[in-house]
C-alpha cells in the first residue's frame, strides 16, 4: 500500500496568516498517461462528514474559496491556506488514488490561537 | 442535489454481523461507483470497499477480506455493506461515498460500536 505521511499533525494559527500542510507519499503518484497527480485534499470540520477541497493535486472543486492552494507532483505535495478563517478550523487529509487501496494521511488539525 | 443517507449502525457484540445502507438520491445511481470509508473515534480516515457502477467489480482493504461484502441494488438506489464476524477494531463511523476517488460526496456517516 502507499503510505501518505503528513506534517504538522497539529497547527495553531491566527487569523489572516497563511498556513502550509504537507503531504508525502510513499511512491510517486504522477500518472503517465494523463500527466497528472493522483492526489487529493479533505477539509472535514468537527462533528461533520469530510468535504472534497483539492483533486489532482491542485484542481479545486466547485465552490471552494481560491485561499485553498493544493500544489507539488511526484511525492510531495502541500495545502496552502491563505488568509485562514474562523471557518478554516478543522482536520485536513491527503489521499492518494494512483494505486488501490486509495491511502489517507494521518491528518492536519487546524487550530486557532 | 445528490444525497446519501447511511443507516443501520448501532451496538454490536464481537463476532456479530451487521448490514449498512446507503440511500443514494439526487443522481443517477447506475452510473456510478461507490465506495464505503470508515473513521474510528478520533482516528483518521480509512477506506473500506468499492464497488463498481454495475457490481460487477469489487475491492475491499485487507483487514475486512472474507469478512464484508459490499454490493448495490440499482433498481432502489441504495448500497449497502455487510460486515460478518466483527471485531472491536471494526468500531468506527462509516461513510457512503459516490465515486471512485477522489471522493466527492458522503453521507452523514453511520456509527458502528462493537463491545460485549
Known amino acids: 500500500d502507499i503510505v501518505m505521511t503528513q506534517s504538522p499533525s497539529s497547527l495553531a494559527v491566527s487569523a489572516g496568516e497563511t498556513v502550509t500542510i504537507n503531504c508525502k507519499s510513499s511512491?510517486?503518484?504522477?500518472?503517465?498517461?494523463?500527466?497528472?497527480?493522483?492526489l487529493a485534499w479533505y477539509q472535514q470540520k468537527p462533528g461533520q462528514s469530510p468535504k472534497l477541497l483539492i483533486y489532482?493535486?491542485?484542481t479545486r472543486e466547485s465552490g471552494v474559496p481560491d485561499r485553498f492552494i493544493g500544489s507539488g507532483s511526484g511525492t510531495d505535495f502541500t495545502l496552502t491556506i491563505s488568509s485562514v478563517q474562523a471557518e478554516d478550523l478543522a482536520n485536513y487529509y491527503c489521499?492518494?488514488?494512483?494505486?488501490?487501496?486509495?491511502?489517507f494521511g494521518g491528518g492536519t488539525k487546524l487550530e486557532l490561537k | 442535489e445528490v444525497q446519501l443517507v447511511e443507516s443501520g449502525g448501532g451496538l454490536v457484540q464481537p463476532g456479530r454481523s451487521m448490514k449498512l445502507s446507503c440511500a443514494a438520491s439526487g443522481f443517477t445511481f447506475s452510473n456510478y461507483g461507490m465506495a464505503w470509508v470508515r473513521q474510528a473515534p478520533t482516528k483518521g480516515l480509512e477506506w473500506v470497499a468499492t464497488?463498481?457502477?454495475?457490481?460487477?467489480?469489487?475491492y475491499y482493504r485487507d483487514s475486512v477480506k472474507g469478512r464484508f461484502t459490499i454490493s448495490r441494488d440499482n433498481a432502489k438506489s441504495t448500497l449497502y455493506l455487510q460486515m460478518n464476524s466483527l471485531r472491536s477494531e471494526d468500531t468506527a463511523t462509516y461513510y457512503c461515498?459516490?465515486?471512485?476517488?477522489?471522493?466527492?460526496?458522503w453521507g452523514q456517516g453511520t456509527l458502528v460500536t462493537v463491545s460485549s
Open positions: 511512491q510517486s503518484l504522477f500518472g503517465s498517461v494523463r500527466q497528472k497527480n493522483y
Open positions: 461515498t459516490r465515486d471512485l476517488p477522489p471522493f466527492a460526496y
Open positions: 489532482l493535486a491542485s
Open positions: 464497488i463498481s457502477y454495475d457490481g460487477s467489480s469489487t
Open positions: 489521499q492518494q488514488y494512483y494505486d488501490t487501496p486509495p491511502t
